[in-house]
């Protein structure tokens, strides 16, 4: 239900737009940081002799919980607000744009810790040890 507001001229709406996306923006660093530290969390759960199957299932789900966190509180207080905050002049307008940001945020929120693997795998057994710990072979 939209409110029953005046609509803003193009300038405001872009300043909106632009604290949208800039916050939306932030989240979405928080979210990849929160995946750097739990890879580095896995290598010194590594190091320091967890065992292999433990040091590899505590980061995993802790992750999986940040991840559902930042998308509750993203699509449910954050981006609602946001967006209704730029008062378009259609539904289709404002349901469109809550889309763009949606897709972007849940892409870059469930994919993070996939692409920060993929880009950093050169670096990331100095960075953060191997992913699966050696064998005693």
Known sequence: NLPNKKIHDGGKRAGYQCLSWTVSIIIIIMSVACSILLL???KILYDKGVHPDLAAVIPSVINT?????????YENHIVI????????????????????????FNFLNFANSLIIIGVLKEEQEAMFGACIPPSGN
């Open 40 to 42: 580095m969390l896995k």
């Open 65 to 73: 919980l940040v991840i559902q966190i930042f998308s509750y509180f």
């Open 81 to 104: 607000n946001m967006t209704l905050r730029e008062n378009y002049r259609t539904r289709t307008e404002l349901e469109d744009s809550l889309i763009y940001k949606l897709f972007a």
